[in-house]
C-alpha cells in the first residue's frame, strides 16, 4: 500500500509541529501512541494505515519555520520534551522542505509576519491561488508517490463570515473565485476547495469556515471524496458533552453552566481579537441544548494569557437544581496542554479519512463526529453517544472485504 | 389499582424525611418533580404508580422523629424549604405514627441512643426479631390496603462483614437465625431477610451487607420478589462514572484518581467510624477499573466534617497522561446535598421495583444499574452505559400488554 | 447618649435589608455579631455605639418596600433566615415607613420600575433635589431625636463620569447644581452633598462617583464632617489583597491574575450593563499593583448569572514563577453571599463613622481603608498593612478622655 | 571576606540538588534569584554573603548522586530545565566529589538503598559517629577555606520521637551519646550535634526532631552559634498563614478547615510512611489555632501520589460562617514543585544565618520565623507578622558598623 500524505494548513503551528514531532517518534519507537483513539482497542478491526507510513507536508504563511517551532514548545513552553525534539530533528527539516507558502488574505492577527514566506497573498488572485494550491498538493503526491493525500486545517481561526446565496451552489461560489471577490471568500475556504477539487479528502479541525458552504461540500461530493468538522474538540467542551447527560439522566436542571477558558500562545492571541474569538464562541456553545434538551443561561469566556504559553486553563461552574428545587453546583478545572490534546486527534482524522477514501465513501464523515465541537449533519452532542456512531461505524465495516477498495483520493 | 407501600429501613434519617417531604409536596402540588429519573420523557411509556399512591412507614431506631428530622434539615441545615415542611406537616405525622422500633445488635455510632425506640434489640433473639418485623410489613399493608409494600434500606451504613459458607445458602442462613449467631448476621440482613420473606421488594439503598449474602438472593427468588442494590450513586461516584469514559475513549491514560469526600450530617458521623467507612470505601472504589480498562492509582478519602451538615463536598484530582506521555490534570469540585440528591432516586428505584413486580419479574433487577454505585451482578460501570441497560428495558416494555400483570408482593 | 440615625441610599436593595434585619436581631438577642470587625476584641477599647442604638431610615427610588426584599431574600435566596426576618417585621415595618423617595436621573437598569416612589426625579431640578433630601434629613434627626445621622451608600452602582474642572471645587460645583447640568452630576454625588452640606457623616459603599469629586471633599472639610469610601471590599478583591503578600515577600513573580465574578441579584443586572460594570472593574483592577510593586498581566471578568441570586462565585487564577522561573499556579474559589458579606461592614462603617465625628474629626477616615477597594487617599492596599492602619488609629484613641468629644453632626 | 560553606543532610536529594543547581546558574548569569527572599529590596540594608560566594557540599546516605538527581528531576519530573543543570555539570560534579556519607539509624522509608555509601551506620556507635560527622564539617572547612560552614538539614522526614528529662540538658544527652542509646537519639539529633558542637550554624528545615531537644540548644548557646527551625513553609501552610487573618480580621468565624496534601516524589513516599507522615502533620496542624484565636476543626491530610513526581498539589476546603451565621466557603488549589519552592529559602537561611553568626549573635535566629512552618520559639504563625519581624531586625541591623563583626563560627 502507498504511503499516505498529510498536508497541513498552519504547517508551521505548535498544533502541526507536535503532530510530526508525535508521529515521528513514535514511527521511531521512541514513545507509545497515547492519545489515539485509533489506537483502542475498539478500532483494531478496522485497517487503518500505519503512522509510520504518514508523510507530512503543508502550507504555512510564517517563516520561522516547524523545527524552531518544535523547539519553542520544548524549551519555552513544556509542552513538548526536549529530548524528543532532538531525537527527530532530521525528520522535522524534511517536512519543513516540502512547506509551501500558504495564502493569506492580509489584516487580522494571524496574518504573515513581516519577510513571511506568504506570497504577498494579498496581491494573488483567488483563482490563481486556487491553481497554485491545487498545483503543491499534486506535486506533493508526485514527489512523494503517495496514494491519498488528506488535507487538515490547522491554522488559526478566521473570523466568522455571513454565508450568502454565493455560497449555496458550486456555480456561484466558482464565480466568487473568478470575480476575486474577496470579501466572501475565507482563506480556509479557499484551502477546501482546492484540495476537495483535487480530490484530497478535507478535514476542517478548526471553527473557520473552511467546509461550512453548501458549494464546498457539493465539490467534495461531485469529486467523490471524504471531508468532515468542524473544530476538534479538546478540552472544556469535551468536558461539556461527558457531563451533560449526568444531568440530562439524573433529571437534574442546569440552571447556569458558565466557562471560562485561559488560553496564551498563538491560538490566545488570535481569539483575543473579537472577531476571531466570535468563530470560536460558536462552535463552543452550541452543545449544550442539544445534550441536555433546553439551553440553560451559557456563557463561554475566552481569555488570552500570554504567561501560559501552549497550555490552558478551564474553568466552568455549573449551578443546577435538584429535588425540591434545592440549588447545587459541579465546578471542574481542566489544565492540558492545546496542541498535545488535539494532535493525536489530527493523526486519528487522518487515518480514518484515508480509510474511508479508499472504501469508496463520499461526503461527510458523520461517523467522526465525537472528535469535534460542531460537527457537520451531526445534532448528537453528547460525546458518548457520538463515540457509539464510531463504534457502530467499526462494527459495519470490521467484516468488509477490503480488497474490492478503490485507490485513495 | 392499590396504593403501593415504601417500607423505609432508617426512616428517621435525613433522607427518609426528605423523600416523605418531597413525595408528599409534589402530590399536593408544591413542588416539581425534578431529579426523578422516573420522569424522564424516556420513561413515560412505563406505566409507573403516581407518586401520590405511596404510603410511607418504616423501622427507625431512635426516637426524635421523622417531623423532628425534617424541621431540622429545614432550620439547620438549609436542605429543605421551611415552608414546604410546614406545609407537610400533618402527612410527616401520619407516617410517624406509622413507624416501628428497628432492630439493632447495639454498638456501633449509629446505635439507638437512650431512651429510643428500638426493641432493646441487643436481646430479641434474631428469629424473633424476624417473625416481628415480618409482621410489622404484614400489617402496613393490611391496614393501609396496599399492593406491593417496597423496603428500602436507608439507614446508616454499617460495617463491613466476611461472608462465609453459612450466608452462601438459604438453609445455613436459617440456621444462623436459629441459633442467633449475632456475629454473622448484620440488622440490614435480616431486615432484608424479613422483606423478601414476606414476599416484598427489596432496594439496599446504602453499602452495607444486606443482600449482598447469596442465602437472601435465594429467598427473593423463591419468593419470587425482585430486589437490587447497592449503594446509591448520588454525587462523586456519579461523576466519576460519567468522566471516566472520557479518558476511555480518547485514549488517555489515566495515572492518579484521587477523591476526598466531606460530609457532615449523620451520615458522616457514621462513616468517620473507621469500620463503617470501610463498606463505603469498597462500593466507592470498585468503579475506576471496570470503566477505564485498567486500575490506576486511586484513593477515596472520606472525611466528616461536622459543620457541613447534610450538605458534602468532593473534590478530584484526576492525573492523566496524554500524547507524548505529557502530563495533564482535570479536578472536579461536587457540592451537594446528600438527602437531597437521593431522595427523589429511592422514589424512582420503589417505582420501578413495584413496577417489575407487577409485571412478574423475579430476581435481581440488573436494569436498575445506574441507581447504584455497586450495581448487584452488573459489571458495567460507566454511568451512560448503565442508563442504557434502563433504557433498553423500557424499550422491551414499552408496548407490553400490562392487564396480564399480577398484582404485587 | 442620644441614638445614631443610618440613612440608607437604596434603602429597599438586598444590603439595606440585611443590615438592617441583622441589626435587629441582634438587638433583640436573637443573633450573635459574627462579621462585625467593630466587634473584635482589638477595637474594644474604642467607645462605640451600641447596635441597638441605630435607627434606620432611608431613600429608594423603587416602591417594593424593605420587607418584600427581606422576605424575598429569605424564601428565594436562601440569604436570610426565614425565622429571623418574621422576628424583626415589626422592626421592618418602621423603617419602611420612614422611607423617603430617592433620586434618579432616569435610564440605566438601576431606575426606578413603573410606579415607583422616586419623584419623578427626572423633572426636579437638581438644587430643589438637593433641598428635599437635606430636609429628610433634618426630619429624621429631629423626629427620632438623633444625634449624629450617618449616611450610607448602598445603592446600585452608576456608570462612571469623568470628572472635569467643575468638580474640583465647591464653588463651580454649585453652579452645576444652580444650572441644574444633569450630564455632570451622577445620583450618588447629589446624595454626598445633601449628607455633608447637613452635617452628615458619609460612607461611600459603592463604586459610585459619590464622594470621589474634590469639591464634595470641599463641603466635608467646610462642614467640619468626616466621610469615607469607596466600595466596600467583601469578596474577590479582599481575598487579593490578602495573597498578593504572599507573592510579594516570597519574591515570586506574578505572572498572570485572572479573576472572574459570577453574581445574580440586583447587584449582577446591573454590573451586567457593560457601562455600570465600568465602575466596578475600576475599583477592583486597581489593588494588585501597589500590593506586588508591579502590574502583572490581570483581568477581571463580571459575569451576570441570574440562577445565584444574592449569592457570587469569584474564581481567581495566579499563575506565578518561582526559583529558576519555574511556572506554578495558585487557585481560589470564593461563594459567598454579598448581602451578607457587606451587611455587618456597613455596621462597622457607620459606628466608625459616628465615632470619629463625636471626637471631632474631620475629612476622609484614612484608618478606614480596610474596608474598601478603592480607599480614598491611601496607597497601600495589601489588607493587613490597611488592618495596621485601623488598630493603629484605635491604640491613639484608646487612652483619650471622651467627655470632651463634641456631639455628633 | 572568606567563602561560607554550605553543607547539607540529605546532599542527594531533590531539594538538595536543585538549591545547587539554582545557586551555580544564578551564579553564571544564567537565572535570576527569583524567589530569594533575601533578594528583595527590603533586605537590601543586609550586607549579606553573595551566592557566587557559597560552597556546596553535604552528608547522604544514598550513593545514586547529585547528578544523576538533577537530570531525573529535569527529565523524569519537568521540574529543573534540562539546559540548565547541563550548563551547571561541572559544579554539580565538584560538589558530588565533596559528599560524605550521612548516618542512618538502618530501617524506615528513606534508610540507605542496598549497596549505598552509609556508613552501615546501623552499627557504628553514636559517639564515634558524632566524631566523624565533625570531622567531616572540620575537613570541609579547611580543605575550602571557609570562613563559616552553615549546615542545614534537607534530608527525609523521621518520625516523632518523645522528648524525654534524657533530652533536656546537654549533660544527659552526652550521657545517651556515650550509651549508645540509639532508641533515643535520632539521626537528626546526631547531625545537630555534631555541627553545633563544632561551631556551625545549624538549620533544620524538616520537621525531624533536629533542633527541638533543649539539650541541643544549649550546645548551640555554649558554643555560641546561631541555630533556627522547624520545617520549612513552602505551600499549603503558607498559604494557611497568609488566610488565615482575612477571617480573624474581618470576624468571620472559621467552622472547617480540611486541607488535602498530594505529593510523589521522595518526599512524598516517605511520608507514605505513618509514623513519618506523623511529624510532617504536627508542624503543619499548629499555625491555625495562633493565627485565629481558636481552633477550628481541621484535618490535614497527605497522600503520596506517585505520578505527581516532584510536585505537589493541595486543596484546602475552608467552611466559615459570617454575619447571621451565613454559611460561606472558599477553596484553594495549590500546584507548585516542591523542591523549586524550598530551595531558595534554603539560600535565604544559609545568608541569614552566616549573616548572624558574623555579627555574633548566638541562639535561635526568631527572625525567621516566616521561613518555618513551626518556629522556634515563636507563638506568632500568621504570615505577614512573622515577615515584619524579619523586616524589625533588618532595620535594627541597618545602620549597623559591621566591621566591628567577628569571623564565621
Redesign the interface.
Known sequence: MAKTGVWLIGAGGALAS?AV??TR?IAHGL???????T??PELRALPLIGLDQLVFGGWEVNSRGILHQARALA?DH???????VAAVEDDLLAVQRRLQPGFALGGGPAAPSRGARAQRSGREPLEKAVARLGDDLQRFREDERLGTVVVVNVASTEPPIALGPEHARLGSFRRLLQEDRRELVTPSMLYAYAALERGCPYVNFTPSPGITPPALREVGETRRVVFYGSDGKTGET??KT??A??FR?????V??W?G?N?LGGGDGQVLANPRHKQSKLRSKSGVLAPALGYAP?A?V?I?Y????GNWK?A?D?I?F?????????????????DS??A??LVLDLVRLAEFAQRVGEVGPMTHLA?FFKDPLGVRIS????Q?QLLLDYVERHAGRDLTQARGGG
Do not use: K
Open positions: 507536535t514531532v508525535g517518534a514513545a507509545r501512541p497515547t492519545g489515539l483513539v489506537e483502542l524549551h513544556r509542552s513538548l520534551n526536549p529530548g524528543l469535551l468536558m461527558v457531563l447527560p449526568l439522566y439524573r433529571n437534574l436542571e440552571l447556569s458558565e471560562v485561559l443561561h456563557t469566556a481569555e494569557v500570554p504567561s501560559l486553563t474553568w461552574f449551578h437544581r435538584g429535588f425540591l428545587d434545592t440549588p447545587m453546583t459541579v465546578q471542574f478545572i481542566w489544565q492540558g496542554c498535545v490534546l494532535a493525536p465525537c453528547a460525546f458518548q453517544d463515540v
